[in-house]
């Protein structure tokens, strides 16, 4: 792998999401100046719960959320000595993944093949299919 560009790491906190990181920075020291992107997609807080909770109180929850999947992926890129950046949004994995590695003109995205999302408990396996079907660059499914 010889290519430029940034490499986007979906993360969860999971063990397999830790994973994926150790493999991201096996690819980005390949090509030295390699920056990872770390996202963290939270899921969407809708219906009812909208009209009784502050909007104000949801963007909080899905900032601490986020910042605690991405403590580890963070320390551990920190560790290793590869730039990262992180970043946290809300929607529907597939789409939020690949409209971030669009935006950030990544060259892959790598991910964990299970992991926990949080809320609803969904695996990050049927997350991954929907990242694969919406992306248009390669994406790197880690074990």
Do not use: W
């Amino acid at each position: 792998m010889d290519e430029a560009g940034p490499i986007l790491v979906a993360v969860d906190g999971s063990q397999n999401s830790d994973r994926a990181v150790h493999h991201a920075i096996k690819l980005a020291k390949l090509v030295p100046g390699t920056v990872l992107h770390l996202l963290n997609v939270q899921p969407s807080v809708g219906g009812v719960v909208t009209m009784f909770v502050p909007k104000s109180n949801i963007d909080s929850y899905h900032r601490d959320e986020g910042d605690k999947a991405l403590t580890s992926a963070v320390k551990i890129c920190a560790d290793s000595g590869v730039r990262a950046e992180r970043h946290i949004s809300v929607g529907r994995a597939g789409p939020v993944v690949s409209e971030f590695a669009k935006r950030l003109g990544c060259r892959t995205i790598v991910m964990g093949t299970r992991g926990h999302s949080g809320i609803g408990g969904v695996l990050l396996g049927s997350v991954a299919q929907d990242v694969i079907a919406h992306a248009e660059v390669p994406v790197c499914l880690v074990k």
